[in-house]
């Protein structure tokens, strides 16, 4: 069982910058994928990032130059580093954690975090 928990969502001007933190329960994070992603109000949640156990990382499109996943395993800790933010990057975004391979499928996750809420004001 894995226990994620994420922070440093907020309120932020377009241009401006998030680091999101998700924190992980658990001896064996190294060995799991990790993903973010997000829901706006009214659309399906969406693949933003993710990172294999090896460090392979992935983006989509809209995020690419932008965003930057990381990992520290000693500290169990996934990261979201959000710069030149735009107000259509406005979500709750979630953490979520697989085995080994890492996926751009919600579906193929199996823990979730409980969210942290990301706005960003024209």
């Known amino acids: 069982q894995v226990h994620l928990v994420e922070s440093g969502g907020g309120l932020v001007q377009a241009g401006g910058s998030l680091r999101l933190s998700c924190a992980a329960s658990?001896?064996?994070?190294?060995?799991?994928?990790m993903g973010w992603f997000r829901q706006a109000p009214g659309k399906e949640r969406e693949f933003v990032a993710a990172i294999s156990w090896t460090g392979t990382i992935s983006y989509v499109d809209s995020v690419k130059g932008r965003f930057t996943i990381s990992r520290d395993n000693a500290k169990n800790t996934v990261y979201l580093q959000m710069n030149s933010l735009k107000p259509e990057d406005t979500a709750v975004y979630y953490c979520a954690a697989k085995k080994y391979l890492s996926s751009s499928l919600s579906r193929q996750y199996d823990y979730w975090g409980q969210g942290t809420q990301v706005t960003v004001s024209a």
């Open positions: 658990g001896r064996t994070f190294s060995t799991y994928a």
